[in-house]
């Protein structure tokens, strides 16, 4: 049989079923534990479909839309090609393209079990929901019955102004207290008095139980840390919405809470899937052609970019370094696969580079730091640890400025004064009041951003009647 022939043939369907099985019984005996596995055959339409929307079912928008047609464009044209996508549920979903040969479905087979584990048992996914495919259905429904009541293009509008920051949420984050800001006369409620916390012991000054609990707001503003979590403080605190307009915002709140510790991830988890289904297909009993067919596969998925991280490369690349040595070259496989299923449960990809990145690596691998200087982009960075600590930031975030909500209630007004934790890269201003207009019709009153670009501090503003303002 050819090469070509080798890599392009489309197996029946007994003939996949028969490798789904094997694949799984040699994924099992590795260490692998990954959810039950449900595969489907689609056709690119169908994949790119719900590789737009993120999940199938999932409500209906214009950006959704504008996704699909950028990723079915690509894949017409022959720029790009989705192989497969994988849910986070219990069962665990699999999608597979309908034109991929049998060498490309075995090897996307072991990729997405090596997935359905890490989702299984990585800490940053247990809190996830796994019923999230029945659940955006019902969103969408709900979505669909407030069209109905309110107008299609008034939901819209309101899908618009979340999603343009339905990033700047936090994993983990308490609903805030049901507790109005103001009385019934008007003024502010007061934080509660010493006397009200309760003492039980001597030690308790180690957890300053003598303090007000940073989750209840007091005249509109958390008395601890700045919230964090934009969406979770507008959906409680915002004067001026409606309670179906709340709901929007906690619903597409509790979508993305499900997405981002796939955001928080991806170099973990796709080095992950790549490192397990190398070893998973050289146990397969492979003829010749099928292994230069697959390591052609394979090499095309871990390419490095020139101006971007490959997140298979990168992920792919710690993790047999991390196998290297901590199998002491090769001499204790129990004890570097062990430290290998630890990383799987505990890291995410911020702290998996800040504790498995070494210079060594930096070195094989050539990364840098670039920008433009003039006309030219030039490298600005090639000192390991500052590599090594700029990518760490980015990730931290996971791409997205730290925008916090300082005060609910600046100036007695009930206006939302936010802050950008600056750290050292500075927000495009253009673009940010844009963002801050949506944010001040979500909120219904004047919002102010203060930002620290280039060492110097400026407060953009927006409201209804003056519009957009900018003070150094």
Request: aromatic content about 10%; some cysteine; overall charge negative.
């Amino acid at each position: 049989m050819s090469l070509a022939t080798s890599a392009t043939r489309i197996a029946t369907r007994d003939e996949l079923s028969d490798a789904c099985e094997q694949i799984w019984d040699v994924a099992w005996a590795m260490g692998l534990r990954p959810f039950p596995m449900h595969y489907e055959i689609v056709p690119s339409s169908i994949l790119y479909e719900f590789g737009a929307y993120g999940l199938p079912g999932r409500f209906s928008h214009w950006t959704h839309g504008k996704a699909y047609h950028q990723m079915k464009t690509m894949y017409d044209y022959g720029l790009s090609k989705i192989y497969e996508l994988v849910i986070n549920t219990n069962p665990c979903y699999a999608f597979l393209l309908d034109t991929n040969g049998f060498v490309q479905n075995k090897m996307i087979i072991a990729h997405v079990l090596a997935h359905s584990d890490y989702f299984a048992n990585n800490a940053y996914y247990a809190r996830t929901s796994r019923r999230m495919l029945e659940s955006v259905s019902v969103n969408a429904s709900r979505l669909r019955q407030y069209e109905f009541e309110h107008g299609k293009e008034a939901v819209e509008t309101v899908l618009d102004t979340v999603l343009a920051i339905q990033e700047h949420v936090e994993a983990g984050a308490t609903t805030y207290k049901r507790r109005p800001l103001y009385n019934d006369d008007g003024r502010p409620e007061a934080v509660r008095n010493k006397s009200d916390q309760k003492k039980d012991g001597p030690y308790d000054d180690l957890w300053k139980r003598d303090t007000p609990d940073p989750l209840i707001p007091v005249a509109g503003r958390p008395t601890g840390d700045p919230a964090r979590d934009l969406l979770l403080f507008i959906s409680e605190h915002a004067p001026a919405l409606e309670e179906w307009q709340r709901d929007i915002v906690q619903i597409i709140r509790a979508e993305m809470l499900y997405f981002l510790p796939q955001m928080q991830t991806k170099i973990c988890n796709e080095g992950w899937a790549s490192y397990w289904h190398v070893r998973i297909m050289r146990e397969l009993d492979l003829t010749d052609d099928e292994v230069i067919a697959f390591a052609d596969l394979h090499a095309g998925v871990l390419q490095p970019s020139p101006k971007r991280i490959n997140p298979y490369f990168l992920g792919y690349k710690i993790l047999e370094d991390i196998e290297r040595r901590f199998s002491d070259g090769g001499k204790d496989m129990d004890a570097a696969r062990a430290k290998l299923f630890e990383v799987r449960e505990i890291e995410n990809d911020a702290s998996l580079l800040r504790n498995y990145l070494t210079r060594e690596l930096c070195d094989d691998l050539d990364l840098y730091v670039y920008g433009q200087q003039g006309d030219d982009i030039v490298v600005t960075e090639k000192e390991w640890e500052k590599v090594r600590d700029m990518l760490v930031s980015e990730l931290t975030t996971h791409g997205k400025p730290l925008i916090v909500a300082d005060d609910g209630d600046y100036r007695g007004n009930r206006e939302l004064y936010l802050r950008h934790a600056w750290e050292g890269r500075d927000l495009d201003l253009s673009y940010a009041e844009r963002v801050l207009e949506y944010i001040g019709k979500l909120w219904g009153r004047t919002v102010h951003l203060e930002t620290n670009n280039g060492g110097t501090q400026a407060v953009l503003s927006w409201d209804a009647h003056e519009g957009h303002r900018r003070k150094a």
